[in-house]
C-alpha cells in the first residue's frame, strides 16, 4: 500500500475554514504546522531551550500548512480531484484565506497531469449506466453510454455522492423531464440525465472551467446546446444566473456539500415545479440530521434518503 502526503498552504485566517472542509470531504487524521502555535510554543516553554535551530525557525516563518494522507489509487484520486473542486470555490469566495495551494509529496506535477487517468476506468452504474472516461473503451451492451473527459479538477463518477446522484437520476428521469444541475462540475449528471431521455437541461457553477469542460463533454456524447446549458455564477447570488435559469424544472439536482445544500434548500424550491423533486448529495452521515431538517423546513417530503461509503443522497418531493 503506498500513501500520498497532500499539503495545503493557508493563511492564519484559512486554517479552520480548511479543516472544516477537508471533515466535510471525509478526511480526517490531519497534521497542522502553524507559525503561531510554534511562537507560543516557544513562548511557553523559554526555560526549556537556549536557543531555538534557526534552520527550524526559517523552516516555521509564515507556515501555516494542513497535511493529509490518501491511498494511492482510484479513491484516493477521486478525493484529491474532490479537495481541488472545494479549494478552487473557497479562494474564490474567501480570497482572504489565500494562497490555497496543494502540493502532493512523491508524485511530481507533471505525474500527476500525466497518470491520474490510469485511475479511471468504464463503471457500470445502476440498471443502465455505463460511464467512460473517453480515453477507454468499453462493453456497453445494453447499457446508456455517457463519455467522459473530466478535466483534473472534475470526477468522472467514481465518487460514492455521484454514483448515488445518477442511480436517484435513472430511476426518476422521464421523457420531456426538465433538469436544473447546481454544481455540475464536469457535467456528468445533467448529460447523464439527457441521455436517460431528459428534455433539457440547466446546469451551472462557480468555476467557470466548468463550463467549457461540460460543453466538451456534451459534445462527445452528441449533446447539443440547443437541449443542454451551462453557466458560471452564483445561483444564490447573481440575479442574471436566476432570470436566465427560470423555474419550473421536474429535477433539480446538487451533488456539492452539506452547508452549500442546507443554504440551496430555499431557492430549489423555487426552480421547482409541483410536485417535483430535489435530489441532494454529498452529506456526510454525521450531517445527514441537520442537513434531513433543513429540507424539511423549506416544505419537502424525505422520499428516498440512500446511503453508501458513509455519504447520504436525499431524494425529496416538493
Known sequence: MKWLA??????????E?????????????????????????????????????????RSMSGKCRVTFYVEEGEAGFAAVAAVRIALARMKESHPEYTPLIMTIDGLEDADWENNWRA??????????????????????RDRVELRLEPGLAFGTGSHATTRLCLTALEKYVRPGTRLADLGCGSGILSIAALLLGAKEAFACDIDEKAVDIAYANAALNGVGRDRYAVRAGDVLADAGLQKEMGTGYDIVVANIVADVIIALA?????????????????????????????????????????????????????
Not at 497532500?6 to 486554517?15: E, Q, R
Not at 502555535?37 to 516557544?42: A, E, Y
Not at 485511475?119 to 473503451?137: A, C, H, N, Q, S
Open 6 to 15: 497532500l499539503h495545503i498552504d493557508t493563511s492564519p485566517a484559512g486554517l
Open 17 to 57: 475554514p480548511v479543516e472544516t472542509m477537508l471533515s466535510a470531504l471525509g478526511i480526517d487524521g490531519l497534521v497542522i504546522e502553524d507559525e503561531a502555535d510554534f511562537r507560543r510554543f516557544l513562548e511557553q516553554n523559554q526555560q526549556y531551550w537556549d536557543y531555538v535551530d534557526e534552520e527550524l525557525d
Open 119 to 140: 485511475f479511471y476506468k468504464p463503471m457500470e452504474i445502476g440498471e443502465r449506466l455505463i460511464v467512460v472516461p473517453d480515453w477507454e473503451t468499453a462493453d456497453i
Open 266 to 318: 430555499p431557492a430549489a424550491g423555487g426552480l421547482l415545479k409541483k410536485e417535483g423533486l430535489f435530489i441532494a448529495s454529498g452529506v456526510i452521515e454525521q450531517r445527514a440530521a441537520e442537513v434531513r431538517e433543513a429540507l424539511e423546513s423549506q416544505g419537502f417530503a424525505i422520499a428516498e434518503e440512500n446511503q453508501s461509503e458513509g455519504w447520504r443522497c436525499f431524494v425529496c418531493r416538493q
